[in-house]
């Protein structure tokens, strides 16, 4: 089976830039997570898709963050502008129902802003 | 207060030894309840859920106590490869997966 795909591994991007991350889930899998984690911290749930709806946001920072998840398949999460203390690894999540162990990470994004 | 708690160490130990990790949660309504191992620079994977009667994997026992909202995780005969930071992770019915800090343990030879 195949994993959940991020692009790209690694971005460097100056402040007040714009950057976006995609996420391919696991074939099948209707939830969908964008988590951050900053150095040092655990992941910190950015926002939770069902199918193509959005189920959670509210830790979504939306004046600079957005996210989508058109045909419910894969994902896109944007950053615009970028700010330093959004450098942190972002990590996409799939499973197959929201609740349980069953989440499966990709290898994540890390973004430095500088 | 932050919903899920754990002591950052770290936590040094010589093989061989029996290490334990300490975890309590805020919201009473959680429902389901495990432990992950994330490697340097890895993602976060799946180490065992954790039930109300207790439950081991080989060296790994998890216990659960509801009423004091407190999780654990024994580690017996460390080896080598347990080097990883372990995170206590707690969700509700329906919501996405909430994660302590983790707590970083070590194990040299």
């Known amino acids: 089976e195949a994993g959940v795909a991020q692009s790209p591994r690694y971005k460097i991007i100056e402040k007040r830039q714009s950057v976006a991350f995609w996420c391919n889930p696991i074939?099948?899998?209707?939830?969908l997570y964008w988590y951050q984690q900053i150095l040092g911290q655990g992941p910190k749930l950015l926002i939770q898709?069902?199918?193509?709806?959005?189920?959670?946001d509210s830790q979504l920072p939306k004046d600079r963050f957005s996210a989508e998840r058109l045909k419910g398949v894969d994902s896109t999460l944007k950053i615009q502008p970028a700010k330093l203390e959004d450098s942190a690894v972002y990590l996409c999540?799939?499973?197959?129902?929201?609740?349980?162990?069953?989440?499966?990470f990709g290898s994540g994004t890390r973004l430095t802003v500088v | 207060r932050k919903e899920v708690e754990q002591d950052p160490g770290p936590f040094n130990v010589p093989e061989g030894a029996t290490v334990a990790f300490n975890c309590t949660y805020s919201?009473?309504?959680?429902?389901?309840f495990f432990w992950y191992r994330q490697d340097c620079r890895k993602e976060p994977k799946l180490l065992m859920s954790?039930?109300?009667s207790g439950n081991e994997d080989g060296r790994f026992t998890a216990q659960l106590n509801r009423a004091s909202q407190y999780i654990s995780l024994l580690i017996r005969d460390s080896k080598l490869s347990d080097s990883a930071t372990y995170l206590c992770?707690?969700?509700?019915?329906?919501?996405?997966?909430?994660f302590g800090k983790g707590t970083t343990l070590s194990v040299s030879s």
């Open positions: 999540a799939s499973s197959l129902v929201p609740d349980g162990g069953g989440y499966t």
């Open positions: 074939s099948g899998h209707a939830t």
């Open positions: 898709f069902q199918n193509n709806g959005v189920v959670d």
């Open positions: 919201n009473s309504a959680s429902q389901s």
């Open positions: 954790v039930y109300s």
């Open positions: 992770v707690v969700n509700q019915a329906g919501t996405a997966l909430i």
